[in-house]
């Protein structure tokens, strides 16, 4: 049921409905980051990045890297499907969905 959550009596919570049309494919990315009422977003920046197979553009993934205030950075990779050894920044696999978390150089 959209809009409504039970634990353990049924309440309303927020969702969102988003749409969009396009012609051929279309990749969209949104991040969703909760945060509690008066408190400031812990991102800073959300930056779309070139996906390579074999040092070539694909346009079969998207790329994501979202960097926080505190240093960390986030580099996300979503594919139309495994099998295909695909880079981002210094991501690199052959899964259809993979993330990294860096603090300091250092993956988390």
Do not use: N
Not at 43 to 56: G, K, M, N, S, Y
Not at 71 to 97: F, K, Q
Request: glycine fraction near 10%; hydrophobic fraction near 35%.
């Amino acid at each position: 049921m959209q809009g409504w959550a039970q634990d353990p009596d049924w309440r309303p919570v927020p969702t969102a409905i988003v749409g969009y049309k396009g012609v051929g494919k279309v990749r969209l990315a949104y991040v969703l980051y909760p945060l509690p009422e008066g408190k400031a977003s812990p991102i800073e920046t959300v930056e779309q990045l070139p996906v390579f197979a074999d040092d070539r553009p694909v346009e079969d993934a998207i790329g994501l890297c979202i960097r926080f205030r505190d240093g960390r950075t986030h580099t996300i990779l979503c594919a139309d499907g495994p099998g295909v050894r695909r880079r981002v920044g210094a991501l690199e696999t052959d899964a259809s969905i993979e993330w990294t978390d860096r603090f300091q150089g250092r993956v988390q």
